[in-house]
């Protein structure tokens, strides 16, 4: 897979955990790529550091939120804003490295809750 790393992806990121106050996550242990040639139908897709790797290495969680430059170019600004939103849902309340499903106990990832977060943004 053909990628480079996305300052301007990472901005608008660093801006959204801010607006959304997501204070659980650590905005430098978050990076973004953008990937060329993925062979993936999605238009971003967010990836974790397995518990092996803090365990067993010391290293701190890090997130990769990979862009698929093909498929994220041809979308609207907002909802571009709304695909990135959906990948910081993924990280959970505890920063570990792991990632949320679209669906649990106590969180539902869905455009429904998306838009929610985002009618929020928009208002305040």
Not at 30 to 53: E, N, P, Q
């Given at each position: ?92 309340k ?5 990632l949320?499903?679209?669906?649990g ?20």
């Amino acid at each position: 897979m053909k990628f480079e790393k996305a300052w301007d992806i990472k901005k608008k990121v660093d801006l959204l955990i801010e607006e959304l106050h997501f204070s659980h996550i650590k905005r430098k242990n978050v990076h973004c790529i953008r990937s060329f040639d993925a062979k993936t139908r999605a238009y971003a897709r967010i990836w974790g550091m397995a518990k092996l790797f803090k365990e067993v290495v010391g290293l701190e969680p890090h997130y990769i939120i990979e862009v698929n430059e093909k498929k994220f170019r041809t979308l609207t600004p907002r909802e571009q804003m709304k695909t990135l939103i959906h990948e910081l849902l993924h990280i959970p309340k505890t920063f570990s490295g792991a990632l949320l499903s679209h669906r649990g106990p106590h969180h539902r990832i869905n455009d429904r809750e998306v838009e929610k977060i985002l009618r929020n943004i928009i208002s305040s």
